[in-house]
């Protein structure tokens, strides 16, 4: 203890000798900024072991202890290193700049929607345009608008710039390229007086109407080349421009059939092995055939087979609705919606049964 006592005694005697060349107003100063240290130290006892100045306690040091050389701040005690309390005056030089030379004009005004729209329409139909592209594009309209105010709008709604649009996706593709493409397939099943049963349909991308050429028991070669005459002869009397027929690699298929859609301009396109989504859309069909009428309808022989097909063939291209083509279906467009108050409250619909109930069709009745 007194050991203790003497070193404290020594180290107090220096401090009182560091003190004797300061001025009173040093002192002065001083003995506020250590008495506000306290002040902080005591309103965070307990609480944590790092010192946190909040930001008014961050101004009145800065403001108190700006007037003193650096000489002098580094010999105080403080909890903060100089530079912090320096850098504390500047942000409070900064804060004051800001609010003494805030510009008195209002900023650049909103661009009217009607031109984000059609900026943003511009884009999405075409997908190479950058916002340069598209800044003459609205100047060819008459649309006077800044450069920049076009990539800020396509900044704020989150677009990519061109490079990244120009990717184009199977989808993409393949609804641009649907008015060329066929697809067709054989289909099995089984009546019930146990026969094997093949069903050959073929369906039109862009339209999605389907055609059944037929149901066999033994599709020969002679059987599937008639079939693809069949639909040779349809095509060309319903003025199809198809280019490309996608099936798989069945041997049911024969080489005459690839010469015969040749001699109208119609090339056949193989899916690899085991790859059905190359052949997505005539596999979507035949989803929906063996779901809505083979599972659910007792089919006994070929001739009840071929009227079922034939009925669903009907119901498909003339009724049932398709997502792909908005709701509406491959002969049947969507009518238009009903405006009238009074025609939504007084409905009357009718529904005509096909297949002895299995399908059915809804009408507005007369």
């Known amino acids: 203890m007194l050991l203790r006592l003497a070193y404290l005694a020594v180290t107090n005697v220096f401090a009182a000798l560091r ?3 300061l001025g009173d107003r040093d002192k002065d100063v001083e003995i ?3 008495r506000h240290q306290i002040t902080v130290l005591e309103r965070q006892l307990g609480a944590d072991t790092r010192v946190r100045f909040a930001p008014e306690d961050r101004a009145f040091l800065a403001a108190l202890l700006s007037s003193l050389p650096r000489e002098v701040l580094c010999r105080l005690r403080l909890l903060v290193r100089p530079d912090t309390v320096l ?3 500047r942000d409070l030089l ?12 209002p900023g650049r005004p909103p661009t009217v929607r009607s031109i984000r729209l059609l900026v943003l329409r511009l884009v999405r139909e075409n997908p190479s345009w950058g916002y340069r592209r ?3 594009e609205l100047a060819t309209l008459g649309i006077k608008v800044a450069p920049s105010t076009v990539w800020e709008i396509l900044k704020q709604e989150g677009i990519d710039p061109s490079p990244d649009r120009m990717s184009v996706t199977w989808a993409d593709f393949l609804r641009s390229q649907a008015d060329a493409l066929l697809a067709c397939d054989f289909i099995e099943t089984i009546t019930l007086n146990g026969q094997c049963q093949y069903i ?13 050429l037929g149901t066999t028991a033994n599709p020969t070669a002679a059987w599937v080349t008639q079939a693809i005459r069949n639909l040779v002869m349809d095509l060309e009397e319903a003025g199809c421009r198809a280019r490309f027929l996608i099936h798989d690699r069945d041997g049911k298929f024969p080489a005459p059939t690839e010469e015969l859609l040749a001699d109208i301009g119609i090339q056949t396109v193989l899916t690899s092995i085991r790859m059905p989504r190359m052949n997505a859309v005539m596999e979507r069909w035949v989803q929906s055939c063996r779901r809505e009428l083979l599972d659910r309808c007792l089919l006994w022989n070929e001739r009840h087979l071929r009227n079922a097909l034939r009925e669903y063939e009907e119901f498909y291209n003339r009724h049932r609705a398709h997502q792909a083509l908005d709701q509406a279906a491959p002969l049947r467009a969507v009518p238009d919606p009903i405006t009238d108050p009074a025609g939504i409250v007084d409905l009357k619909v009718r529904r005509r049964d096909r297949l002895g109930g299995v399908l059915h069709e809804y009408s507005h009745a007369a």
């Open 94 to 105: 900064k804060q004051r700049h800001a609010r003494t030379c805030r510009p008195k004009r």
């Open 19 to 21: 003190l004797l060349p």
């Open 32 to 34: 506020l900024a250590l």
């Open 134 to 136: 598209v800044h003459g």
């Open 87 to 89: 850098r504390w005056r």
């Open 200 to 212: 050959l349909a073929v369906i039109e991308y862009a339209s999605r109407r389907i055609r059944v």
